[in-house]
C-alpha cells in the first residue's frame, strides 16, 4: 500500500489506473460510495457470523462467460480500498483482451473478512465494464473492413461515465464527447428554441468559435443547409440505408457524418458500407449485458 494518507489504494493499482487514462482519485472516491452502499453504515453480518477473525484466503475472479475483459484495475483497486496493506492483489489479465470460460482475471490473497466484503462491488464493476467492452467489440467486428467506427453517447450511468467510457475504448470504439463543454451538439430541441437548422448552427458558431460543432438532422434538405452553413459533423437521424448512401454522395467529404437511431448489430454491415465515418451506439453504455464473472474463494492451509 502506498504510504499517502489520501489514498487507500497501492500505488502499483493507482500507476495502472492512470496507464488506463483513469483518474485514480476519481475511482476511489466511486469505490467509497460503493462501499458505503453496501454496509450502509453497519457491518456484513454474515461474513461476521459465519468467517473467523484472522482467517486468509484466496479470492478468484473468474470468467464465467467469453468476452472482452474491462475495469480489472478499478476491481483491484476495490480490494486494495478494504483489504489493506497486506493483501497480496495480482492482476491477470490486461484490459481489452478477449477472456474465455475459466480464465482468472484477477486473484487477491488477503484476510477473508474484507475479500467477502471487497468481492461484490468488485464483481459489479468489473461486470459492468466487461459488459460494455463485450458488446462494443461485437459492434466494431460487425463493420470490421470499413471505414466507420463505433461510437458511444452520453447515455451513461451518472457518476460512471469515465469509467464506462473507457470500457468502450478496450472494446475498440471511440469516444463521443465526454460532457456538455467539449463540442456543441445541435439536436430537434435546439432547433425549435433558435429557429431552424442552419440558426442553431451559426449560434453556436458564433458564441463559441473554437468549438467543434455537430448538428443532428432528419432529412436530406436539412443537411444541405448545415452542409452549406460549414457544420464540422451531421448526425444523421434515424436515416434509410438508401438515404444515408445519398447524405454520403451530397457531402462530398465536406464534413464527417455519423449515424444515429434505430441500428442493431444485423443492419451494422449495410449502414457502414455507405460510407458514413460513426455509428453512435447508445446501448453500448445503457444496455449491456453485465458479463458472468464469479468468484472462486480458497482457504489458506
Known amino acids: 500500500m502506498t504510504t499517502s494518507d489520501s489514498t487507500r489504494v497501492s500505488d502499483v493499482v493507482r500507476a495502472r489506473l492512470a496507464d488506463a487514462g483513469l483518474d485514480p482519485a476519481d475511482v476511489e472516491r466511486l469505490i467509497a460510495v460503493a462501499v458505503d452502499e ?21 479470492l478468484d475472479l473468474v470468467a464465467r462467460a467469453p468476452g472482452i475483459a474491462a475495469g480489472v484495475p478499478v476491481a483491484a483497486a476495490v480490494f486494495d480500498y478494504l483489504c489493506g496493506a497486506d493483501a497480496i492483489v495480482r492482476l491477470l489479465v490486461s484490459d481489452g483482451v478477449p477472456v474465455v470460460t475459466g480464465d482468472v482475471l484477477l486473484s487477491v ?28 467489440r461485437a459492434w466494431v467486428d460487425a463493420v470490421a473492413g470499413t471505414s466507420a467506427a463505433i461510437r458511444d453517447t452520453r447515455k451513461t450511468t451518472p457518476g460512471m461515465r469515465r469509467l464506462e467510457k473507457y470500457a468502450v475504448r478496450c472494446g475498440g470504439g471511440v469516444n463521443h464527447r465526454m460532457s456538455l463543454s467539449d463540442a456543441a451538439l445541435v439536436k430537434d430541441n435546439h432547433v425549435v428554441a433558435a429557429g431552424g437548422v442552419a440558426e442553431a448552427f451559426a449560434a453556436v458558431r458564433e458564441r463559441f468559435p473554437g468549438i467543434p460543432v455537430e448538428v443532428e438532422v432528419d432529412s436530406l434538405e436539412q443537411l444541405d443547409d448545415v452542409l452549406a452553413a ?27 457524418l455519423e449515424a444515429s ?7 451494422a454491415a449495410a449502414v457502414a458500407l455507405t460510407g458514413v465515418d460513426y455509428l453512435a451506439i447508445g446501448a453500448l453504455t445503457h444496455s449491456a449485458p453485465v458479463l458472468d464473472i464469479g468468484a472462486d474463494l480458497r482457504q489458506e492451509a
Not at 234 to 252: C, G, I, K, P, T
Open 109 to 136: 490473497t488477503g484476510a477473508t473478512h474484507p475479500l467477502l466484503q471487497a468481492e461484490r462491488p468488485a464483481l459489479n464493476l468489473l461486470g459492468h465494464l466487461s459488459g460494455i467492452a463485450t458488446l462494443t
Open 38 to 58: 453496501d454496509l450502509d453504515g453497519g457491518v456484513d453480518v454474515t461474513t461476521v457470523a459465519t468467517v473467523p477473525i484472522g482467517q486468509r484466503s484466496t
Open 230 to 256: 460549414g457544420a464540422d459533423l451531421v448526425l444523421l437521424d434515424n436515416f434509410s440505408v438508401a438515404d444515408m448512401s445519398e447524405a454520403v454522395r451530397r457531402n462530398a467529404g465536406r464534413a464527417l
Open 261 to 267: 437511431g434505430g441500428l442493431s448489430l444485423p443492419v
